[in-house]
């Protein structure tokens, strides 16, 4: 039996546009694939700091390793923005269970005022940019860039409706 681990995926939106980041090429997992920023929910996850008001309604636990995860990759805390972010729950993604270890990862989608300024963690990202869903879409199809399918799943989904609320569960 596979052994399963939640994890969390910021969606982050301004405007019209998503924030990806390319993960770094020797990474062991999705080397050199672009990505939303996230990460397994660790143990410390499980308590902490109470958490910003607009963080109320979802998993506390998972709620501290989303922003553990935003800090730690792009050194991007929520709290420091003049707007504060409009969160929603997107989806969960399951990974098949034929690998040793399964990731229950639930995507939030992050509103945000303004483009925040980024600082990339480079042992695990290259870069981050910003651009709409179609035009994501159509680099991945040029094969400009690799998206896994999860991640593909939203942008995908993203591109048929930006204000979409809510994206299919993608439960293997």
């Known amino acids: 039996m596979s052994k399963i681990v939640d994890a969390v995926t910021a969606v982050i939106t301004c405007g019209d546009e998503l924030l990806m980041v390319r993960r770094q090429p020797f990474l062991a997992a999705f080397a050199g694939f672009h990505a939303f920023p996230g990460g397994k929910v660790d143990a410390e996850d499980r308590e902490g700091t ?3 008001a607009y963080c109320a309604d979802f998993d506390q636990r998972l709620m501290r390793g ?3 995860e935003l ?3 792009l050194q991007l805390d929520l709290e420091t923005l003049p707007t504060p972010p409009v969160i929603s729950r997107l989806g969960l993604a399951l990974t098949p269970p034929k690998v040793p270890v399964r990731y229950n990862t639930t995507f939030y989608r992050l509103e945000l005022a303004a483009k925040p300024a980024v600082d990339c963690d480079t042992q695990e990202i290259t870069d981050a ?5 179609a035009a994501w879409l159509a680099r991945y199809r040029r094969g400009e860039l690799l998206l896994a399918p999860p991640t593909r799943w939203v942008v995908n989904a993203l591109a048929a409706d930006f204000a979409a609320p ?3 569960e993608m439960v293997d």
Do not use: F, K, N, Y
């Open 166 to 168: 809510h994206v299919a």
């Open 129 to 133: 940019e910003w651009a709409t869903p």
């Open 66 to 68: 989303l922003l553990r």
């Open 71 to 73: 800090h730690e990759e």
């Open 50 to 52: 109470p958490l910003p």
